[in-house]
Nanobody, 121 residues
Framework: QVRLVESGGGLVQTGGSLRLSCAAS????????MGWYRQAPGKERELVAT???????TYVDSVKGRFTISSDNAKNTAYLQMNSLKPEDTAVYYC???????????????WGQGTQVTVSS
């Protein structure tokens, strides 16, 4: 079993900052990548940011220059630092991890429980 636990969401004013954390635990042999998706009401889920085990990062265009993803591989934890937040960043943020479980020959995506981020104007 692999479990992802998210923390760090909340309510913030426009221009403010929040930091999300996502900790993976359980029967993990290796983690290939971690990241976050978000889903706003009435919208499709979109990939916000990803970081690979080698440290490569990708971002959706709308958050480039404002969000920074990082990870602590020793702790199987990823972080999303969100600065200069805008009302359009309001969404439920879901972390994911591409994990090769122990005693498995294939990797799988695992998901966190989701955390609400609300940016007031």
């Amino acid at each position: 079993q692999v479990r992802l636990v998210e923390s760090g969401g909340g309510l913030v004013q426009t221009g403010g900052s929040l930091r999300l954390s996502c900790a993976a635990s359980g029967s993990i042999f290796s983690i290939n990548a971690m990241g976050w998706y978000r889903q706003a009401p009435g919208k499709e889920r979109e990939l916000v940011a990803t970081i690979t085990s080698g440290g490569s990062t990708t971002y959706v265009d709308s958050v480039k220059g404002r969000f920074t993803i990082s990870s602590d591989n020793a702790k199987n934890t990823a972080y999303l630092q969100m600065n200069s937040l805008k009302p359009e960043d309001t969404a439920v943020y879901y972390c994911y991890a591409r994990v090769l479980p122990t005693q498995s020959i294939s990797s799988h995506n695992y998901w966190g429980q989701g955390t609400q981020v609300t940016v007031s104007s």
